[in-house]
């Protein structure tokens, strides 16, 4: 009876400590979980920014980037949007106009799309057309949203480009650096990282998931 009450005795003081290590390492080990999707690279100077649908923040932080000459131009992709009853590309358009930049500077392709892969897969076309064999582009979306965007233009775009990822500042999300603690922000990060996981999971094993 002693022996077991001694082995108790252990067992619960390592559950204890192991408790107490996950209450004091929990943020960060969760701040780890969300830098994992956030990438930020140097901002260099590139041919276009290619804006990836979403809410005007977006576009907005592009016009910046712009404006301040990391870019040639501007692409705005994706059409109807249901959410925002508007068409994301042409949305997109006006706000940059309406911002100073000229309408040469702008490309929009209002084809339908269901997810970021359609969306850069557009961007591929347009260079595809113009007949261009290398070129830089700078990806802007939301910062939870950048592992997945740059797993997807490097899948897509192959030795074809090089990409910037350039998230949007996350004080000018909705969004917060401590995901934890906001219910949009957790919400965010267990769909993209299940979206994540989706789309991996579909090139590397077609036909399961």
Known sequence: MKGLQRTLAIAGLIILIIMSALCIFRNQIYSRIGDFLIIQDPQVRADMIHVIAGDDYHTEYAIQL???GYAQSIIFTDGWCKFHNYFHSEHG?????????PHEAIIFDDSPVLSTYDETLLVKIYFDEQHVQRYLI????DPFHMRRAQWTNQHIFSKQASI??????????????QWWTDKPSRHYVAVEYK???NIISAINYPGHG
């Open 66 to 68: 712009y404006k301040q």
């Open 93 to 101: 358009l006006q706000l940059a106009l309406e911002s100073g930049v």
């Open 138 to 141: 700078i990806v802007v979306s």
């Open 164 to 177: 910037i990822m350039a998230p949007v500042p996350i004080d000018q999300t909705p969004y917060v650096q």
């Open 195 to 197: 979206k994540l996981y």
